[in-house]
């Protein structure tokens, strides 16, 4: 880990070696020893959907699993504040440059509790997030994580393609839609919203607060 630029101390940004490209990083890095569970979600999805997603996000609090998303897409960036909320680790995956510019006020003191790292394995002339660079960011979300849940993936999308390559792969998707399609056709396992919360929220009613 070589220091890549100096602010403050709570600011100093990093290289991290990560799935054999160097990525820049700011934050606690150590974050990337807890298990990882990649968020990815496509922009659209069925109401069931969002509503267990954002059970999901409220029940998974405590579990002690590091989130990684790029919380771009509507869902993800819901998800967001509702975890901010919890204690666990957070990893944002940004899909342009490694900004640090104009942070949010609850990501800087997630940032200085130790709780959130910001990685960007983007370089400096990537900008803007444009297509093509929000797919490789999710690619590289499922890269990074052990884990991947993809609560919706429509039909024919880019994030659909991502979680079929995946299952060829042999890597497990889980998934709240139960509708038939080429997700289930593959492999990927279908939970229900508290399937990766902690043992003493497993018998906790779905719904509520947030």
Same mark, same amino acid.
């Given at each position: 880990?070589?220091?890549?630029? !100096? @602010? ?13 490209? !160097? ?7 150590? %974050? ?6 990649? @968020? ?9 959907? /969002?509503?267990?997603?954002?059970? #999901? ?9 590091? *989130?990684?998303?790029? &919380? ?5 960036? $819901? ?10 680790? *957070?990893? /944002? ?15 800087q003191?997630? /940032? ?6 910001? %990685?960007?394995?983007? =370089? ?8 093509? %660079? ?5 690619? &590289?979300?499922?890269?990074?994580? $052990?884990?991947? %849940?993809?609560?919706?993936?429509t ?6 393609? $991502? ?6 792969? =042999?890597?497990?998707?889980?998934? &709240?839609? $139960?509708?038939?399609?080429?997700? @289930? ?10 399937? #990766? ?6 018998l ?5 607060e947030?």
């Open positions: 880990m070589k220091p890549r630029k !100096s @602010l403050t101390t709570s600011w100093q940004t990093h290289e991290v070696d990560l799935a054999n490209r !160097s990525v820049a990083a700011m934050g606690t890095v150590q %974050l990337l020893n807890h298990r990882k569970l990649a @968020l990815v979600c496509s922009r659209k999805c069925p109401g069931d959907v /969002i509503l267990k997603t954002y059970d #999901f996000a409220r029940l998974v609090r405590g579990s002690g699993l590091a *989130i990684v998303s790029g &919380f771009h897409s509507t869902i993800e960036k $819901d998800c967001l504040p509702i975890l901010l909320r919890g204690s666990d680790p *957070i990893i /944002i995956v940004q899909g342009h440059r490694l900004s640090t510019s104009r942070l949010p006020i609850e990501w003191k997630a /940032i200085r509790n130790g709780r959130l790292l910001l %990685l960007s394995p983007f =370089g400096e002339n990537d900008r803007r997030v444009t297509t093509e %660079l929000a797919a490789e960011r999710n690619r &590289f979300v499922a890269t990074i994580s $052990d884990d991947v %849940l993809i609560p919706y993936a039909p024919g999308s880019k994030t659909e393609a $991502d979680a079929l390559s995946l299952l060829a792969a =042999g890597r497990r998707v889980c998934t &709240f839609d $139960d509708r038939p399609g080429s997700l @289930l056709d593959a492999g990927a396992t279908v939970v229900m919203p508290n399937y #990766f919360a902690p043992r003493a929220t497993l906790a009613p779905v719904g509520g947030q």
